[in-house]
């Protein structure tokens, strides 16, 4: 029994939990980790594990791909200040699928410099409402400085097929970045 | 403590209205938060460490007494015949991520689960598995 992740960002309001619920073969679930301000990790390292501590929610779902592979996708906890906890999130994950929201671009620039940074492979998606893109992808390109390496695509999240093919997308992405490491090593 | 079905999904994230004062908070559950240790008597250190997505489940063994287990514990095993993430554990079951980590991590120590976590040695899935992934993915 194989499982493998990917995470899904982007800020809060985004489509994050619809985009996991259009394709999980599950209702999106809920995990709660307790953190305190000063712990690093998704689990709680206080040395006070009796007091009242802010909890973080993340959505995930769940997709089989064959008998013994099972896919989750994780709704990354979209507030600043519990980027430190992404680490742990992230941890031996395919990749993550940053989606926008056209309206709150600016929003957009904490989860690509954060996944950059990781050196974590990721695809931008365009989430478009009721299917209406009022931005062309080169501009959005631009307007949140992606490098051309990272591939954006438009999504609408709700639609199944749509966030299959960002998933699809990630993948081939992670795929070839990794192929590109192995022939320059 | 009884197992919660995959259907009682609460709706949290970006299906609730966001709080008034913008802070992505769910609703207090009161008894677990004043208490999510107590099951762990304060270890807040599992014996190593799970990935989220690390995969659990009950072993065969020849029904030894479960009744020195606790509840939880009991709980995880009933839950665990089939394969569970990490991640579903915590959720169904209604436990903090960290609290069911270090439970699972008991339960492995003693035997009386398997776990299978992901190994990436080379940082995150290889090319044999990413493939596999890319196949599953576009049979979907």
Known sequence: ?185 | MSVPSHDKWVPRGEDRDPPPDGDELPEDDGDFLVRPYTVTQGRTEPRYQLEIEAMVASAHYDAPDLSQLSPECQAILRFCRNWQSVAEISAVLRMPLGVARILIADLAVEGLVRVQQPNHAQGGPDVKLLERVLSGLRRL
């Open chain 1, 1 to 185: 029994m194989t499982s493998v992740k990917i995470v899904v960002a982007g800020s809060f309001g985004v489509g994050k939990t619809t985009f996991v619920g259009s394709v999980s073969e599950i209702m999106p679930l809920t995990t709660e980790a307790a953190i305190t301000p000063a712990s690093r990790r998704l689990d709680d390292r206080s040395r006070t594990p009796d007091k009242a501590t802010t909890t973080v929610a993340m959505d995930f779902g769940r997709v089989t791909l064959e008998a013994g592979l099972i896919l989750y996708l994780f709704g990354a906890p979209g507030q600043h200040r519990f980027w430190f906890m992404w680490d742990d999130l992230i941890h031996g994950a395919i990749g993550a699928v940053v989606l926008v929201d056209t309206r709150r671009l600016l929003d957009s620039f904490p989860a690509v410099d954060y996944f950059e940074s990781r050196r974590l492979p990721f695809i931008v998606a365009v989430n478009g409402f009721h299917g209406d893109f009022p931005h062309e992808i080169p501009d959005v390109r631009e307007a949140l400085t992606i490098s051309p390496q990272v591939p954006m695509i438009k999504c609408d999240a709700r639609q199944r097929a749509s966030t299959n093919q960002a998933l699809t997308t990630l993948v081939e992405h992670a795929l070839a970045m990794k192929l590109k490491r192995q022939v320059a090593s």
